[in-house]
């Protein structure tokens, strides 16, 4: 099992930017599919960025498209989930999640990922 350690949440501005970190202990993040999830009240947890294995493919939801980055250090051991010109409606727990399958998919349901963060509070005010 991957433990997973998110860090960066915060309460940030209409426009502003915030960064999301999340270190996988006990496995090397490039042996991983990860993917940042967010859940607001209410709401179904939903992806917003995965990152296959390979570190080549990566996924987005329409509602982030061309605002959120997920990129990968493997010297850090990290993931990282960088919010830029966040809106209101971003306003969630976000979780990071991990899966060491072989698949060479991406995956943006939940169901692949075994692994899951403790969620970090996300709030952007109007």
């Known amino acids: 099992q991957v433990q997973l350690v998110e860090s960066g949440g915060g309460l940030v501005q209409t426009g502003g930017s915030l960064t999301l970190s999340c270190a996988p202990s006990?496995?090397?993040?490039?042996?991983?599919?990860m993917a940042w999830f967010r859940q607001a009240p209410g709401k179904e947890r939903e992806c917003v960025a995965a990152?296959?294995?390979?570190?080549?493919?990566?996924w987005y939801a329409d509602a982030v498209k061309g605002r959120f980055t997920i990129s990968r250090e493997d010297g850090l051991n990290t993931v990282f989930l960088h919010m830029n010109r966040m809106e209101p409606e971003d306003t969630a727990v976000y979780y990071c999640?991990?899966?060491?399958?072989?698949?060479?998919?991406?995956?943006?349901?939940?169901?692949?990922?075994?692994?899951w963060g403790q969620g970090t509070q996300v709030t952007v005010s109007s």
């Open positions: 990152l296959s294995r390979s570190g080549f493919r990566t």
């Open positions: 006990g496995r090397a993040v490039d042996s991983l599919h």
């Open positions: 999640a991990a899966s060491a399958s072989p698949s060479t998919l991406i995956f943006t349901a939940p169901a692949p990922y075994t692994d």
